[in-house]
């Protein structure tokens, strides 16, 4: 059974740095793209950023709110993903959450397995 | 960046419904869309990718359609289970992006 657990989510200053992870089992995680999302209280779902397989050199991809602030990694041998996020505004008070992108096709989609989410709360 | 702007926003409607939900993109695509649904504490579910392959699992009643500007998921009869948010996403380019959500509430 595929299984993502995030985890790392906490209240943090404007300014402040925090770290997400997600742990991953039940499929080969090396072999998937994976991406985070998230969800400000209340409102829809904003793509947040992507991370390639080894195949495609582990490049990203960043929402442009996010870009310069948020850097995405991966873990192969310990089948991890982790948000790195720096500068926090109060708007990027959210839940976090981790999918694993899967390829279709010509084309690689998100979210065909989520985490359960994390809480991320910005506030002074 | 790609703008999808879902319709409608919200609708009431009864179980055995037959609903339909638009997705148009600010510039036309192919077939690179997928549909979630969300229930209320919990995380989106693939329900639909390629624009209308059904994800595995995932009831008969769901069906998308659509290319270039104008997508579609259509809910052949509603079922209490389906009350819930859709969302749509494109991945025909970055950033992806979002509609800002269906809300299917009981009519």
């Known amino acids: 059974e595929v299984q993502l657990v995030e985890s790392g989510g906490d209240l943090v200053q404007p300014g402040g740095s925090l770290r997400l992870s997600c742990a991953a089992s039940g499929f080969t995680f090396s072999d998937h793209y994976m991406d985070w999302v998230r969800q400000a209280p209340g409102k829809g779902l904003e793509w947040v950023g992507r991370i390639r397989d080894k195949a495609h050199s582990y490049t990203t991809e960043y929402a442009a709110s996010v870009k310069g602030r948020f850097t995405i990694s991966r873990d192969d041998s310990r089948n991890s993903l982790s948000l790195q996020m720096n500068s926090l505004k109060t708007e990027d008070t959210a839940v976090y959450y981790c999918?694993?992108?899967?390829?279709?096709?010509?084309?690689?989609?998100?979210?065909?397995?989520w985490g359960q989410g994390t809480l991320v709360t910005v506030s002074s | 960046d790609i703008q999808l702007t879902q319709s409608p926003s919200f609708l009431s409607a009864s179980v055995g419904d037959r609903v339909t939900i638009t997705c148009r993109a600010s510039q036309a695509f192919s077939i690179y869309l997928a549909w979630f649904q969300q229930k209320p504490g919990k995380a989106p579910k693939l329900l639909i990718y390629?624009?209308?392959t059904l994800q595995s699992g995932v009831p008969s009643r769901f069906s998308g359609s659509g290319s270039g500007t104008e997508f579609t998921l259509t809910i052949s009869s509603l079922q209490p289970e389906d009350f819930a948010t859709y969302y749509c996403?494109?991945?025909?380019?970055?950033?992806?992006?979002f509609g800002g959500g269906t809300k299917v509430e009981i009519k």
């Open positions: 390629a624009a209308s």
């Open positions: 996403q494109q991945l025909q380019s970055y950033p992806l992006t």
């Open positions: 999918a694993r992108g899967f390829c279709y096709g010509d084309t690689c989609y998100a979210g065909g397995n």
